[in-house]
């Protein structure tokens, strides 16, 4: 299958050079396989030293950088070469979305393709998740849910297990299993979900933006798929700066907030949204309350609960989030910006 890696840098570029290094034994095994690295105006020596790098090793005949005149976030940076590469006479019948601070593990491309060659009803696939320490995460997801919201913030066990059916999914072992969806740090998607669906939501800027994706895929009749024997390597963190030194997470960007509260919006509408953020609020209360108690470790990014309280529905406003919401109809955007 004709195959179109997307890798959206912004200044890392370092980084992106290690990823490429890393895909080309990879790609020695799928000849229909190409890379393209969109710079989303890193305006740093960025392109000048991905365009080096692929001239010194000789990957031109498989990788290619495509500068973006402004950073328009990560769903722009995708659609940026999506859009190019769907408008070509025979275009991709794959394309595997890969964070540029990735490095792939061996056979973790093909995994991807062989199972979804074998499955034509899974629209998208993603595969597991591996830490500088070695730490491999899980990236089996449900959609989130007011439920999700009380127990992420929560974080008490006999309340995670009873509510687990609505906000867990059920693994068996390391094989392959239906996911909600799955973390863009690696998540190939066949064609037709484009087309059936249309381009990533550009009013995301970062964050939940694949989450958005997988939700219209299922929505139109695409389910995603974990594929565990699909493993990448992950600096988490590297271009956005939230996870920081030692694992430290630093304050989340306020876009951050704005991205949970467009999904909420805009695939629940506002009363949803709001009921989501009251139960996260009063979750994380809770929390607070307990730790004190307990004395636990704090594990959350600085001033946490003001952030998200300023970020909420009911301080932003019900009128100006939804003003920021605007669905596009499926099928829309793919062959135009």
């Not at 006999?158 to 509510?163: E, P, R």
Request: aromatic share 12%.
């Amino acid at each position: 299958m004709k195959v179109l890696i997307v890798i959206v840098n912004y200044k890392v570029a370092e980084l992106v050079v290690n990823s490429l290094s890393a895909l080309e034994p990879e790609l020695e095994q799928l000849p229909k396989t190409t890379v393209v690295v969109v710079d989303n105006a890193s305006n740093d020596q960025s392109v000048e030293r991905i365009r080096d790098a692929i001239e010194e090793n000789a990957w031109g005949d498989w990788a290619s950088v495509l500068p973006s005149d402004h950073n328009g976030g990560y769903s722009y940076g995708n659609n940026l070469a999506i859009r190019e590469a769907l408008k070509q006479a025979t275009p991709p019948d794959l394309f595997h979305l890969l964070n540029p601070d990735t490095q792939i593990r061996p056979g973790a491309v093909r995994v991807l393709v062989d199972f979804l060659e074998q499955n034509p009803t899974v629209g998208l696939a993603g595969g597991a998740i591996e830490g500088p320490d070695g730490t491999l995460f899980k990236c089996a997801n449900k959609f989130p849910n007011i439920l999700s919201e009380f127990d992420n913030a929560l974080r008490l066990g006999i309340v995670s297990k009873l509510v687990s059916p609505w906000t867990k999914v059920q693994r068996n072992g390391d094989e392959p299993c239906v996911s909600d969806w799955v973390p863009g740090v690696s998540l190939m998607i066949r064609r037709e979900v484009f087309e059936a669906v249309g381009l990533m939501d550009e009013e995301y800027f970062l964050y939940y933006e694949e989450t958005d994706f997988c939700l219209q895929a299922n929505q139109n009749g695409w389910a995603c798929w974990y594929v565990p024997k699909s493993q990448v390597l992950h600096f988490s963190g590297s271009s956005t700066g939230v996870t920081g030194k030692k694992n430290r997470l630093n304050r989340l960007p306020d876009y951050w907030f704005e991205s949970r509260q467009r999904y909420f919006v805009k695939n629940h509408g506002w009363f949803y949204a709001a009921c989501a953020d009251l139960l996260w609020i009063c979750g994380i209360i809770l929390w607070k309350i307990r730790r004190i108690i307990q004395q636990k470790e704090v594990i959350d990014p600085p001033f946490m609960l003001w952030d998200f309280t300023r970020n909420s529905v009911f301080v932003s406003g019900f009128k100006t989030l939804w003003s920021k919401v605007r669905p596009r109809p499926p099928g829309s955007n793919v062959y135009e910006s």
